[in-house]
Structure formats: C-alpha cells, structure tokens
C-alpha cells in the first residue's frame, strides 16, 4: 500500500455509511457527511480520515491483518499499521457507487481516491480543464444514474464557506457550495401588483 501528496485532482462528494447489520445493534449510529475527495495517482488503494470516521461515528471493520502504509520511495509512514477499513456509499454527482476505505491519517483530506479506484473506473480526465469523465463501460454499468461528466470544484472559496459551520449544522453544507446557489429561485405562477403613489418621493 502506498500514499503520496502528488497529483491531485479534488472532487467535491456526498457519502453515508452502508448499512450493516452489527451496526444496527450499536446505539450510535453512523452520519451522512460531505467533502473533498483527492483523486492521487500515487496512492494504491482507497483510503478515508480517521477524524472523518471519528467525527461521523463510521462503524469500522477490522482487517484480518493489518497492512503497513509506505510513500512512492518505500519508506513506512509514522501513522503505522492499519488496521480497519469503512464501507460507505460514495456519491460524485451522478456517480454513486459502494467503496471499503481504508481508516488512515491523511491530514486535512476527507478521502483519497487511489489506483485500485482509478482502474475500476478508468474515468477520463482532461487536467487543464478540471473536468473528469466517466465513460467507462463499468461505470455506465454500475454506477451512473444521468450525466458521466464532472467538474473538479473550487474548494478553498467553498471550504471557506462550509468550514465555518457550526457542527449541528453541518448536514446542511451542500447549500453553501456553488452548486447549490448557482440557479435561480423558481419561477411563480403569479405575480404581485405593486401600486405606486404619483409624485412619490422615496
């Protein structure tokens, strides 16, 4: 397993955990979040923030044996072994799928999207353009519902905005992104007459 910090490409995502059945026997149960997925190329496998799972109390699995992280030069992180992996529903837009994530520190990443993800899913990016297509035959298969084309997000002005959020108002994040304030309020049926007084003077 590997991890690096080189080529990037941010995509913005909602996700939740799958349901489980030992899940269902926990008082706690696990919560929807939102965030920053980083596509790296560098990276072997699926991995998601221990503060994430920590934070949305994600039930963890554990591996039958844990697995030592190393960077692109073969040298073994100081995070050390690990040891458990997250089931979630991922969802990119219109591209929703069902992913094992591994529990790891990843600084101030919500998930990374590695190789193993990348050659599932063989999506089309066009770096110059932030853009990324999902046009592979698997993915038309298992996981588009409308359009394969997505846009990679702005996210420091929109981490901005959702980082400051109080934490009981977090679930509410999506409305403070681009996507969701771009389009106009919808149009009425009916229109209100506004008289004004002759000679009026505000």
Request: proline share 7%; aromatic share 10%.
């Amino acid at each position: 397993m590997s991890l690096t910090n080189k080529s990037q490409f941010l995509l913005f995502f909602h996700a939740q955990p799958c349901e489980n059945p030992l899940e269902k026997c926990l008082a706690i149960q696990g919560k929807p979040f939102s965030g920053w997925a980083m596509i790296d190329s560098g990276a072997s496998s699926i991995f998601i923030s221990k503060k994430i799972v920590q934070d949305f109390q994600l039930f963890k699995k554990k591996l039958k044996k844990p697995r030592r992280l190393k960077v692109i030069d073969g040298r073994e992180i100081d995070s050390g072994c690990v040891e458990h992996y997250c089931s979630i529903n991922l969802k990119i837009f219109n591209h929703e799928e069902e992913v094992d994530a591994y529990v790891v520190n990843i600084g101030n990443h919500n998930i990374v999207l590695g190789m193993s993800w990348l050659k599932r899913h063989n999506p089309a990016i066009d770096w110059d353009k932030k853009s990324l297509v999902f046009s592979s035959r698997y993915c038309s298969k298992h996981c588009l519902n409308i359009s394969p084309i997505v846009k990679s997000g702005e996210p420091d002005s929109e981490i901005a905005a959702t980082s400051k959020l109080p934490k009981k108002y977090s679930e509410f994040s999506k409305i403070f992104t681009e996507e969701e304030i771009s389009p106009l309020p919808p149009h009425c049926p009916y229109d209100c007459e506004i008289t004004l007084k002759p000679d009026a003077v505000p």
